[in-house]
């Protein structure tokens, strides 16, 4: 059962258009290391979990992740409300609204459309959660690279929060992984496959 807040889990105000950052932030969206990507990931992987624990986990960071993905379409909005022809292509939005207006749709800032090849579901607990915490460090980065490109306080901000939540799911994604080795024999568990052997 799905429980849903009309809030964001944290506020959004940006204060003056910015299309090229748009462009740029937009990957965190549609990107191959994105909260669409981690949202499909996670609650994917849930489903071959043998272990109860580890799933709930998976659950709790995956339904977080679609909320991240609200956030970032969020400031990708706000930055591309109300542009006029000119700062469209001033600040080379053009190529993205010749396609899609100022709607919001996942791509890569490079322009690459989402692809579910960027995410695994592997059905091994250890490959999925060592793959998990892997992409909370990519997406980490992108955050990290984010924040080298915007000066926007209000932009800012919202990045930092975004950025810490990955660093807490790494870290929760590694209780998992420590949950599962400690129900495999240690001597085998990078032998076997605890979902399936």
Same mark, same amino acid.
């Given at each position: 059962m799905w429980t849903y +807040? =009309? @809030?964001l889990q944290y506020p959004v @105000?940006? /204060? @003056?258009p910015n299309p090229r950052l748009a462009k740029a932030i937009i990957s965190q !969206?549609?990107?191959? *290391?994105? +909260? /669409?990507?981690?949202?499909? @990931?996670y609650l994917s992987q849930r489903y071959s979990m043998p272990y109860n +624990?580890?799933?709930g986990l998976l659950t709790d960071i995956g339904t977080e992740e679609l909320a991240h993905m609200e956030i970032v379409c969020a400031i990708v909005h706000q930055l591309t409300k109300n542009l006029t022809p000119e700062q469209i292509k001033q600040q080379g939005f053009d190529d993205y609204y010749v396609d899609h207006t100022v709607g919001l749709w996942p791509t890569a800032a490079a322009g690459i459309p989402h692809n579910a090849l960027t995410y695994a579901s592997k059905g091994d607990?250890?490959?999925d959660l060592t793959e998990d915490m892997a992409a909370e460090q990519k997406a980490r980065t992108t955050y990290d690279n984010i924040l080298r490109l915007t *000066? *926007? $306080? *209000?932009?800012? #901000?919202?990045?930092? !929060?975004?950025?810490?939540r990955e660093i807490v799911h790494h870290q929760r994604f590694g209780e998992g992984l420590r949950i599962v080795q400690d =129900? /495999? #024999?240690s001597r085998n568990f990078y032998l076997t496959n $605890? +979902? !399936?052997d």
């Amino acid at each position: 059962m799905w429980t849903y +807040e =009309k @809030r964001l889990q944290y506020p959004v @105000r940006i /204060l @003056r258009p910015n299309p090229r950052l748009a462009k740029a932030i937009i990957s965190q !969206f549609g990107g191959p *290391d994105g +909260e /669409l990507s981690a949202s499909m @990931r996670y609650l994917s992987q849930r489903y071959s979990m043998p272990y109860n +624990e580890v799933k709930g986990l998976l659950t709790d960071i995956g339904t977080e992740e679609l909320a991240h993905m609200e956030i970032v379409c969020a400031i990708v909005h706000q930055l591309t409300k109300n542009l006029t022809p000119e700062q469209i292509k001033q600040q080379g939005f053009d190529d993205y609204y010749v396609d899609h207006t100022v709607g919001l749709w996942p791509t890569a800032a490079a322009g690459i459309p989402h692809n579910a090849l960027t995410y695994a579901s592997k059905g091994d607990a250890i490959t999925d959660l060592t793959e998990d915490m892997a992409a909370e460090q990519k997406a980490r980065t992108t955050y990290d690279n984010i924040l080298r490109l915007t *000066d *926007d $306080p *209000d932009v800012a #901000d919202v990045i930092k !929060f975004l950025r810490q939540r990955e660093i807490v799911h790494h870290q929760r994604f590694g209780e998992g992984l420590r949950i599962v080795q400690d =129900k /495999l #024999d240690s001597r085998n568990f990078y032998l076997t496959n $605890p +979902e !399936f052997d």
